[in-house]
């Protein structure tokens, strides 16, 4: 299947992008570097599983430079978490925001 990095829609300035793609996040998340860039209020989900990311720790990093790391709890609020709580294993809905 052909695909294209959201960074094609940088100008239209998303309040919010989720990405659920069973382990392609990594590359979602690289192609939509300009929509961040381009709009520092952009807040992410991001489904997250260390199983199916080709380099989790590494990964995570990039993700707490650019944003505070949460997750959503069950009841849907945001929690802080740390790198190593996000690698404990299983699906974790990421919350980033700035």
Do not use: W
């Amino acid at each position: 299947m052909p695909t294209r990095p959201l960074d094609r829609h940088a100008g239209a300035k998303p309040d919010v992008v989720k990405l659920d793609l069973c382990g392609a996040e990594e590359a979602a998340f690289a192609g939509m570097q300009g929509v961040i860039e381009a709009n520092p209020a952009v807040q992410v989900l991001l489904c997250f599983n260390p199983v199916r990311s080709a380099a989790p720790a590494d990964f995570l990093e990039r993700l707490a430079g650019q944003f505070r790391l949460r997750r959503l709890t069950a009841q849907g609020e945001a929690q802080d978490c740390t790198p190593a709580e996000a690698m404990g294993g299983g699906d974790v809905m990421l919350y980033l925001a700035r």
